[in-house]
């Protein structure tokens, strides 16, 4: 049932906003104002000034509020305000911060920080009139977010990525969120499983898929060229260089094409922990002059450096559902991804791209090679690809389930 036009607006809260790497909640911010929704920002951390490279995300920085770092002097005064006007939900939300936590003396720390940051956000909701709450991730801030609308008596929801958040310590918190939201929205069929593998069936009823999108006007020409077998092009990776993206796996796979397609290079977008050990692993394989460390881009010089790609390739061990991926398949680009969480959900072997199972470098060795030896099959594939992401992944149809949630209606 959708709910009723809330009286003020919705209130998003993520643990930091904006975040290069979390585009799509801006894009889904956008397109609910576009359809007539009120909504107001707020983030638990500030991002720093290479986070602010576009100009959208500069804009987004201007409007929100953030409760990070602390001002002191406004949070005593919020939590003596709280005590005073409401002492009854105080305490109440006292208690449950103390008890919606992972067990140790560390998380018992962080719950005093929890608590007083959701204190603080209550005064900012109250201030602007927000009615219902929203979170991105079931991390510690949506823990912030829950403590908040609980203080309050306000509606609160969340939207699920990945399986980290049914993980330990993300998992052991979720049900208790999902018993105490008003709905959760999960981006992908496996991560609603997920989710539901863990919470009693009488909440299952509150999970409901609400996909990410792209703004497909916005995205850059593609400048790539598969028409004719290729005497060389780019593989590009994009991700953060960490242990769960399995890069390592595909510098080993480029590795044993290099020498049969001598023309063909590989991009790495992002960086992380991981690089020192990707950049000595390149010079091991004597792969210095084919392999390229991009660093971590802004979002549309990621966007243009993918358009440029001939294949783009995911090797992940673990992922929710990649935007990276929907961003090559709207852009015309193929993709190899392997087959882990909802990615089968994007890419069907064979029609829209090519899968491989997660850790088996040979099979994705096999796949990049077919991609660059039968260009055509690829370019075949990439037209299914930018179909199949246009009918569902459009950033104006995939929030229309939130947006009723809400109780949103386009004009």
């Given amino acids: ?224 060229d598969a028409q004719q077998p290729q005497p060389g092009g780019t593989i590009i990776c994009v991700g953060r260089l960490s242990p769960e993206k399995a890069q390592s796996g595909l510098i080993d796979a480029f590795a044993t094409l290099a020498a049969r397609h001598p023309g063909w290079r590989l991009v790495l977008v992002g960086d992380g922990p991981d690089r020192q050990a990707l950049e000595q692993q390149v010079e091991r394989s004597g792969l210095g002059d084919r392999v390229e460390f991009a660093g971590r881009l802004p979002e549309r010089a990621t966007l243009e450096a993918i358009a440029r790609s001939d294949l783009l390739v995911l090797p992940s061990f673990m992922e929710g559902l990649p935007v990276v991926l929907m961003e090559a398949m709207a852009l015309g680009v193929p993709v190899v991804s392997s087959y882990v969480a909802g990615i089968p959900e994007l890419i069907d072997h064979g029609t829209t791209g090519l899968l491989f199972p997660a850790s088996d470098w040979n099979a994705l060795s096999a796949a990049i090679e077919r991609m660059i030896t039968d260009p055509a099959q690829g370019r075949q594939m990439a037209a299914m690809a930018k179909q199949r992401i246009a009918a569902e992944f459009d950033i104006n149809r995939a929030v229309v389930p939130l947006a009723a949630r809400f109780g949103f209606t386009s004009a």
Wanted: hydrophobic share 45%; proline share 7%.
């Fill in 1 to 224: 049932m959708t709910a009723a036009m809330p009286a003020g607006p919705i209130g998003y809260l993520t643990s930091q906003y904006p975040a290069s790497s979390h585009t799509f909640i801006r894009r889904e911010i956008a397109a609910l104002r576009r359809m007539g929704g009120l909504i107001a920002t707020y983030s638990v951390r500030r991002p720093a000034d290479a986070e602010l490279v576009a100009d959208a995300d500069r804009a987004a920085f201007d409007e929100t509020g953030y409760l990070l770092p602390p001002p002191m002097l406004a949070f005593a005064i919020a939590q003596c305000a709280a005590l005073l006007r409401s002492p009854l939900a105080w305490a109440k939300t006292a208690r449950l911060a103390f008890r919606h936590r992972a067990p140790g003396f560390r998380s018992l720390v962080w719950a005093v920080f929890h608590f007083a940051e959701a204190i603080y956000l209550a005064r900012l909701l109250r201030r602007d009139g927000v009615r219902h709450l929203h979170n991105h991730f079931a991390n510690s801030g949506a823990t912030v977010g829950l403590l908040a609308s609980q203080f309050l008596g306000i509606g609160w929801s969340l939207t699920l990525h990945g399986i980290s958040e049914t993980d330990y310590p993300a998992g052991l918190l979720l049900p208790e969120k999902v018993r105490l939201a008003s709905f959760v929205c999960c981006v992908s069929h496996f991560g609603k499983a997920q989710a539901m593998r863990i919470t009693p069936p009488g909440d299952w009823s509150k999970f409901h898929l609400v996909r990410c999108g792209l703004e497909l006007d916005a995205l850059p020409p593609v400048t790539g």
